[in-house]
């Protein structure tokens, strides 16, 4: 399914002219990111709407460059827009750069909008969200 939805993705990536839903899938997946890194810098040259500016940040994230990733998903919470793969993206950004108030604010945030926004990530949320609490 997934070779399936890479396959029909770089087709209509093709078409629009935009690889990042592209770059955002491998991102999820922690695959390919040096290409989608490449893509989202490139869009994000272009752009700088939130969601841009999230996925920038989230690839920015599964590459290990956090302080860089942080900066790109401040800029994608500038609107206070209530989405819930930001909250989460932001979420586990905050985890791993140690601001744990703030990080379990945004899973919260994510899974009170839409708890199951992502059959993965939703899980992955709930996970982190409990280890914070744990602490």
């Known amino acids: 399914m997934y ?4 396959a029909a993705e770089r087709e209509v990536a093709v078409e629009e002219n935009d690889m ?6 491998w991102a999820d997946r922690g695959q390919n990111l040096d290409e989608a ?11 700088a709407d939130i969601h841009t500016c999230d ?23 500038r609107l206070g827009t209530r989405d819930a793969r930001i ?20 899973l919260k945030l994510a899974l009170g909008l839409d708890p199951s926004f992502d059959v993965l990530q939703a899980d992955a949320a ?10």
């Open 3 to 6: 070779n399936a939805f890479e």
């Open 20 to 25: 990042s839903h592209l770059a955002r899938f």
């Open 37 to 47: 890194l490449a893509v989202m810098q490139s869009e994000r040259a272009k752009r």
């Open 55 to 77: 996925g920038l940040a989230w690839t920015l994230f599964k590459k290990g460059r956090l302080a860089e990733a942080k900066a790109a998903i401040d800029e994608a919470l």
């Open 87 to 106: 909250s989460y993206h932001a979420g586990m950004i905050y985890n791993a750069v140690g601001e744990r108030r703030k990080a379990a604010n945004y």
């Open 126 to 135: 709930r996970r982190t969200l409990d280890a914070i609490n744990a602490l």
